[in-house]
């Protein structure tokens, strides 16, 4: 006769300590990452004074960062706003809507799509590169020469970076708001014979300059996270090549996850209180 | 019967007494540290006296590379103290502001073990960093600076200066590193293996640099390493690190002859002794 035992039964009281005791470690752990890479934050804020000793690295980041993820963004954000279109469209069709599609696509893209396409874009791209860049580094003892030589790696190597990636992220995001409305336009008139005029003051009656500024923001601070996460973790690096890769994959995970928790928190307090006091 | 505990080794080696007409640069005294519960170091006694070279031997993971960044300023010892008796000043390592730690680095040269050069820049960049980020001299004085350092490391700097440490070989690029520890002309140089995984030919020559330095510029250096060929070479005195305590300190002819069980097996390289037994009961821990 066989019994069949429940998963209660199964775990027995120390499985049950254990699995609390092993979940509440984890947390703690990230509670501790977040904190330090907070740390590194501040610490980037009071070196800013000394921006403009670093304003060659930092134009040089932007070049790696920023122009090299151009061609990328504008692709992706072109095909997703003919995407979108392809599929509210055929909805918009049956009430006969269609000269409305301005408005779902502009609102979404300059709201949403803009600033998450070039976030996720940039930390795929960008961060992981950082992070693998300043762990080769931290491994090498690149890292502590420039301490011994009394060089602050925050001045040196984290500030540039931070600032070329929140400098970089609005205007990669502006050209992402455009080239993607410009791909649901183009759907709109060919598939579904709304004019581009008419898309165009479509999108312009539902977009206002709080909604431009706001993606804009929500940009630069995406920016400021994956920037700090990348440089942390790089910096953080320890066990050789393996922990480069360890590092990578963490910036990326923990990014695209910050960003994400980021832009609900933002888009809440955009939506839910500056708006009404704006409109 | 050669073996002996722990309390006799120490006891056969006491501190060596720092002869009356020479002073040291930097007293290391009772430092202990711990990562965790794994005691690394376990009460060091050392003194490093201005002018010499001295070599500290030990084993893998004998906490040689956690001893020398402690005189980096790296690390900060669990307990007891580092002083650092500059002509000028004295400065206490383990308990320095970070003023007085900047202070204590502007004077100090490191040699890292993989020379720690920035892959993105060029070696006229690499040694010129310090010149231009922490002393801001204009491009001319670092490029002068940079060439001078270069010719005392023997390197041609018109053919290299503009290039990337990974066009250069590896012995290059340690001679690059040396030239970046020596280009603002320290008062200590601290090498962290300076010849581990060089071919023998590369290893003389940095070992004929590191001698040659040190009569031109006269000054303080310490070197851990366990390439016992090479601090024979190179040592004015040499020390030996064993499980978390200099057990044996001396002149290097006195060394050589030193009495202590672990260092004789070191120096004859067998395989029967102290070491290989700490070894198998799982590294000198
Ligand atoms: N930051 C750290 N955290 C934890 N353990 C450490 C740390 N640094 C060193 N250790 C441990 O301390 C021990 C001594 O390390 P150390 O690097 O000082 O040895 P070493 O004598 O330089 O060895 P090697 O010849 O292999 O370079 C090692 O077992 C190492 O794992
Ligand atoms: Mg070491």
């Known amino acids: 006769m066989s019994r069949k035992t429940t998963l209660f039964e199964r775990m027995d009281h120390s499985t049950g300590v254990k699995a609390v005791e092993s979940v509440g470690r984890a947390a703690m752990e990230r509670a501790s990452l977040g904190g330090r890479a907070l740390l590194l934050f501040i610490d980037t804020i009071y070196q800013l004074p000394k921006t403009a000793r670093s304003l060659p690295q930092i134009f040089r980041q932007i070049e790696i960062c920023g122009i090299g993820s151009l061609f990328v963004l504008a692709l992706i954000a072109f095909l997703t706003g003919m995407i979108m279109a392809l599929q509210t469209g055929s909805e918009l069709l049956k009430f006969g809507a269609q000269n409305n599609l301005g408005a779902i696509i502009g609102a979404t893209f300059v709201r949403e799509f803009g600033p998450m396409w070039a976030a996720i874009i940039m930390l795929a791209r960008v961060g992981a590169a950082m992070a693998a860049e300043l762990g080769t580094m931290a491994v090498n003892e690149e890292v502590d020469a420039l301490r011994v030589m009394n060089i602050n790696p925050v001045r040196f190597l984290v500030l540039p970076r931070m600032l070329a990636l929140i400098v970089s992220m609005p205007l990669l995001t502006v050209i992402a708001d455009y080239v993607g409305m410009f791909g649901g336009a183009l759907v709109a008139s060919y598939v579904y014979g709304s004019p581009f005029d008419q898309f165009l003051d479509s999108a312009r009656g539902i977009l206002g300059n709080l909604d431009f500024y706001s993606g804009l923001a929500k940009s630069m601070v995406f920016g400021a996270i994956i920037a700090t996460i990348a440089c942390d973790r790089g910096l953080h690096t320890t066990d050789g090549a393996e922990g480069v890769g360890r590092s990578t994959n963490q910036t990326v995970v923990a990014s695209v996850i910050c960003v994400l928790i980021a832009n609900l928190m933002m888009t809440g307090f955009v939506q839910q209180i500056l708006k009404p006091v704006f409109e | ?285």
């Open chain 2, 1 to 285: 019967m050669n073996q002996m505990t722990r309390d006799q080794m120490e006891a056969a080696a006491p501190l060596a007494a720092v002869p009356a007409d020479q002073k040291s640069l930097i007293e290391i005294r009772d430092l202990y540290k711990s990562f965790g519960r794994r005691h690394i170091l376990r009460g060091i006694n050392l003194d490093v006296i201005r002018g010499e070279t001295l070599v500290i031997l030990g084993g893998s993971g004998s906490g040689k590379t956690t001893l020398l960044r402690h005189l980096m300023g790296m690390l900060r010892p669990d307990e007891g103290s580092i002083a650092v008796h500059f002509a000028d000043s004295t400065m206490r390592l383990d308990r320095a502001s970070h003023a007085e730690l900047d202070a204590y680095r502007d004077r100090l040269g490191v040699i890292f073990q993989g020379a720690a050069l920035l892959n993105s820049m060029t070696v006229l960049e690499n040694v010129g960093l310090p010149l231009v980020e922490v002393r801001r001299l204009p491009p001319q004085v670092v490029y002068e600076k940079v060439i001078v350092a270069l010719q005392k490391v023997y390197l041609p700097a018109g053919e290299i200066l503009h290039l990337k440490p990974a066009a250069l070989s590896g012995g290059m690029r340690k001679r690059v590193g040396i030239a970046r520890a020596i280009v603002q002309e320290p008062e200590l140089i601290l090498y962290d293996e300076p010849t581990t995984g060089l071919d023998p030919v590369t290893v003389s020559g940095v070992n004929e640099l590191t001698l040659d330095l040190q009569k031109r510029l006269g000054v303080t250096s310490v070197v851990i390493t366990h390439d016992i060929h090479a601090a024979f070479i190179i040592a004015d005195r040499i020390a030996m690190l064993y499980k978390g305590r200099i057990i044996a300190i001396g002149p290097k002819d006195e060394f050589r002859a030193h009495p202590n069980p672990v260092v004789q097996q070191l120096l004859t390289g067998s395989t029967q002794g102290p070491l290989t037994e700490a070894f198998l009961q799982g590294q000198a821990t």
